[in-house]
């Protein structure tokens, strides 16, 4: 007799949740690595908020350093942009009943998508909701920059 095994749901035990599945699963990305991941929402942050790649000092960071948040998250839009992808998320999930997934992308997936998705995870669990948040490319190394913008 053969043992069957059933794939694991990585979003089954989100941060601070460990009995429920999430609600909500966030994935940043960067577009420059594949395409983006399949979603019900998508966020393109490449034209609207400002590049950390451009600067030497945060190039090498990524999107988890207080500083780079810090840098993104004053970005003129960038709170508003945040603050509706929540809305439509919740909004979405209230309707349907269905767990609902956001992705939100870069250039190289390690900057500005990743302080997003880390953003919405945290506006989202504020409204008692399970996220969890899954950063596809963070860990890749940095691109070099490129003609039609930023590196992340």
């Known amino acids: 007799m053969t043992a069957t095994t059933t794939p694991v749901d990585p979003w089954a035990n989100p941060e601070g949740s460990p ?38 000092a945060m190039r090498q960071r990524t999107g988890r350093s207080p500083k780079v948040r810090r840098h993104v998250l004053v970005t ?17 999930m209230l309707a349907t009943g269905w767990r609902i997934t956001i992705a939100t992308g870069s250039t190289g997936g390690r900057h500005r998508s990743v302080v997003l998705a880390e953003e919405i995870a945290r506006l989202i669990r504020r409204e008692g909701i399970t996220a969890a948040v899954h950063h596809r490319d963070v860990d890749k190394p940095v691109l070099p920059a490129s003609t039609t913008g930023g590196g992340s």
């Open 19 to 56: 009995d429920l599945p999430a609600q909500v699963v966030i994935t940043s990305f960067g577009y420059r690595h594949a395409g983006p991941p399949a979603a019900d929402l998508t966020v393109d942050a490449r034209r609207v908020l400002r590049d950390p790649h451009t600067s030497p």
């Open 76 to 92: 003129p839009g960038a709170r508003e942009l945040i603050r509706h992808t929540v809305v439509c998320a919740l909004d979405l």
